[in-house]
């Protein structure tokens, strides 16, 4: 299943992740700069005020993929912030 955020905000570092998840087009698991974090709730707890959201998902653009795709946390292999001046980055 693919996933998509209730909500979500831009990225403006640099961020790059792995993962261990991709869609079944042969080309492997998704890997790239992510632009946007959301979040997602459970259809009941929706109109809840103050539910905290259920998890939190990256949108992920791979460059060898036609199009962005949403990411679990929880499907990460690595998370890596890259110094826009120097290419050298962080790796959390």
């Known amino acids: 299943m693919e996933h998509h955020a209730d ?5 403006q ?3 790059r992740v792995t993962t261990d ?4 087009d ?3 698991p998704i890997a790239g700069r992510v632009i946007a974090l959301g979040w997602w709730v459970q259809p009941e707890t929706a109109g809840i005020p103050d539910h905290e ?10 460059p ?3 199009r962005p795709y949403w990411v679990k946390q929880a499907d990460l ?9 120097t290419g050298a980055g962080a790796t959390a």
């Open 26 to 28: 042969g080309i492997g």
């Open 77 to 85: 292999l690595s998370v890596r912030i890259e110094d826009p001046q």
């Open 53 to 62: 959201p259920t998890g939190t998902l990256y949108l992920v653009v791979d």
């Open 21 to 24: 998840v991709g869609p079944e």
């Open 64 to 66: 060898r993929r036609p």
């Open 13 to 15: 570092q640099d961020l």
């Open 7 to 11: 909500f979500a905000i831009p990225v």
